[in-house]
């Protein structure tokens, strides 16, 4: 019997085995997508999934509404994934190129097949894929974007329309090859 939301994070709240590891079992997968997203290698995506994991369990007496609990896990995977990569000092602050034009190209990405997209995502630099996952993926503003990464938000609105570029020159080459 799978337990309910509410009943997942008191039992989490009590330290209950039980119910971190049904915890566990339904939020992994999405979790993994996120670390995924940030980090590409696979290993070093486990290790940040552990690591966020660890960060759920310790602050998930914050959580206020458990039938908020995927966004809220999801915001902590987020952080984790950007906390980590800070830390390890991979984000390096580039020189602010806000007086750059930055018009968005207003092409259309054709669809593609997710593993397509994944690769080309994963085909980015850290910093440019950490700037599009926050901006594009997960909704943030650029300012937002710019303070978690330590940059600014003109370095950071370059990296989104870089990102773009990168992937849909990446998703034609894909294409073309088939």
């Known amino acids: 019997m799978a337990l309910s939301n509410q009943q997942m994070v008191e039992g989490c709240r009590k330290h209950n085995a039980k119910a971190q590891r049904a915890l566990y079992d339904e939020l ?9 997203r940030y980090i590409a290698d696979r290993d070093e995506a486990q290790d940040l999934l552990q690591d966020g994991f660890v960060r759920i369990f310790e602050q998930i007496g914050r959580l206020r509404d458990p039938d908020k609990l995927r966004p809220w896990a999801y915001a902590v995977m987020v952080n984790t994934c950007v906390s980590y990569l800070r830390r390890a000092k991979r984000l390096r602050v580039m020189e602010d190129l806000a007086h750059l034009s930055m018009e968005p190209d207003e092409e259309a990405l054709v669809p593609y097949s997710m593993a397509d997209i994944r690769k080309a995502i994963d085909s980015l630099s850290e910093r440019t894929r950490t700037a599009f996952n926050l901006c594009a993926i997960d909704g943030r503003s650029a300012a937002d974007a710019a303070e978690r990464m330590g940059t600014t938000e003109g370095n950071v609105r370059l990296l989104v ?3 773009r570029a990168i992937l849909r020159q990446e998703l034609e080459y894909m294409k073309e090859e088939q």
């Open 161 to 163: 329309c870089r990102a």
């Open 28 to 36: 992994a997968p999405m979790c993994m997508g996120v670390c995924h």
